[in-house]
């Protein structure tokens, strides 16, 4: 693997490059970019996947999303779903540039929140011929609703959106900068069962990095809410899709909701056993072959 930049607006995105083994530059491979969790980076899942998946005979671009990590971007620590989505095009471009890849077969692998970013910009970029997504989960509900989905969206973010003004307002006359926290601070705090293994995936030993320190702009948060990362599913997704699930996961219900709006080809997997953040880690050597299949199928 090597460390590569590539170009994003007017700042520099930080990435990985894997390369299978007994690579030939002379030839032609196909690729995929991957994409990481929100508030993760990409020395953590995405790392995981690529390292198992290159084997497979694929080159794998990793990277930082704009605002977090080794990437460029301002302000930082922001959860931006269009800037998002947009850092799955400019990586596409950057695996366009590289004389062995073919650009015939690209696809995209998308980890929790870029499970939804990856299959907005899977909708409108045409260069994807596959989507598979590892414990996909869309941000805002995500992040207002229960973890296991329950709740109004509108109730709950009432209580958000009202602390997002406040915080807006001390922060237009010189006041700090409001942040707040991806996963909980201690596995006892967790609002679900589940969310403790959050805890002990990102701030821990476990998969603890330095480049995902786990915080997020409170007023970003504003953007996550209103986002519709399934907006016209129906009519703009085209290609065959993968979604990789956990069989104990409490976020199940994001593709749960999904599948009946979607129009195209799609397969579902559950790793038995597994819960979200299984997936991550601990379960990857389970669901990698699932989504080498499927890649060899589709690119």
């Known amino acids: 693997m090597s460390q590569v930049i590539f170009p994003n607006a007017d700042f520099q995105m ?8 007994n690579f030939d530059e002379s030839k032609k491979y196909p690729a995929f970019v991957v994409g990481h969790p929100g508030g993760s980076c990409k020395d953590q899942s995405p790392a995981n996947y690529a390292t198992a998946l290159c ?15 080794e990437s460029g971007g301002e302000p930082r620590c922001v959860e931006r779903p269009l800037d998002r989505v947009h850092d799955f095009v ?10 062995y890849v073919d650009t015939d077969r690209l696809g995209i692998l998308g980890i929790c929140a870029s499970g939804f970013y990856s299959l907005s910009a899977t909708m409108t970029d045409r260069r994807v011929k596959a989507l598979a997504t590892v414990s996909a989960a869309e941000i ?10 329950q709740g109004s969206l509108k109730e ?16 237009a006359v010189g006041g700090d900068v409001v942040y707040v926290s991806y ?19 990102y701030k821990t030993p476990r998969a603890q990095h330095k480049n995902a320190p786990g915080t997020l702009r409170l007023d970003s948060l504003a953007e ?10 129906g009519e703009l997704l085209t290609v065959p ?21 979607l129009t195209s080809k799609y397969e579902t997997v559950d790793i038995p056993g597994a819960s979200h953040f299984d997936l991550y880690d601990k379960r990857v050597d389970d669901a990698a072959p699932h989504i080498a299949n499927f890649f060899k199928k589709y690119l």
């Open 241 to 261: 899709t993968l979604f990789v699930r956990g069989e104990k996961a409490a976020s199940r219900w994001h593709i749960d909701q999904l599948i009946p709006k």
């Open 224 to 233: 996550c809410i209103q986002w519709d990362g399934a907006a016209r599913v």
């Open 90 to 99: 400019v990586a596409l471009d950057y695996l366009s540039t590289l004389k």
């Open 156 to 171: 709950r973010a009432t209580g958000t959106l009202s602390a997002i003004a406040d915080a807006r307002r001390a922060q």
């Open 183 to 201: 996963s909980p601070d201690s596995a006892e705090s967790a609002p679900h069962p589940e969310l403790a293994e959050a805890y002990e995936y």
């Open 140 to 149: 805002g509900p995500a992040l207002t609703l229960t973890w296991d989905g």
């Open 14 to 21: 930080a990435g990985v490059l894997f390369k299978p083994k």
């Open 55 to 69: 084997e497979h005979g694929y080159v794998i671009l990793t990277y930082d999303a704009a605002h977090h990590g």
